[in-house]
């Protein structure tokens, strides 16, 4: 059983930055990886993936603020997130994806406010 854990989260002001991070039990060569979120009565949205071969993807709403990135060696992929905003509050959960197969973190809290 694949296990994914992220940490991370947590509460910060319009215009502050947090790193979320995704350790991921099993080697991730093999894996999509990428992140979700989900906002209080909203369906969970796709926010950015880091992929095994070809470009990341980027939501437009957090384009040229978020940055996914992944790490080998440590097995873990990684959100960068900068000039937070108010609509950015949401539980982020990472995700790996092997063909069919779907694994998911626990999610971790993000909370922007003054």
């Known amino acids: 059983q694949v296990e994914l854990v992220e940490t991370g989260g947590g509460s910060v002001q319009p215009g502050g930055s947090l790193r979320l991070s995704c350790e991921v039990s099993?080697?991730?060569?093999?894996?999509?990886l990428g992140w979700y979120r989900q906002a209080p009565g909203k369906q969970r949205e796709l926010v950015a993936t880091?992929?095994?071969?070809?470009?990341?993807y980027y939501l437009d709403s957090v384009k040229g603020r978020f940055t996914a990135s992944r790490d080998n060696v440590k097995n873990t992929v990684y959100l960068q997130m900068n000039n937070l905003k108010p609509e950015d509050t949401a539980v982020y959960y990472c995700?790996?994806?092997?063909?069919?197969?779907?694994?998911w973190g626990q999610g971790t809290q993000v909370t922007v406010s003054s």
């Open positions: 995700n790996a994806q092997e063909g069919s197969n779907n694994y």
């Open positions: 099993e080697n991730i060569f093999r894996f999509d």
């Open positions: 880091r992929p095994r071969w070809g470009s990341p």
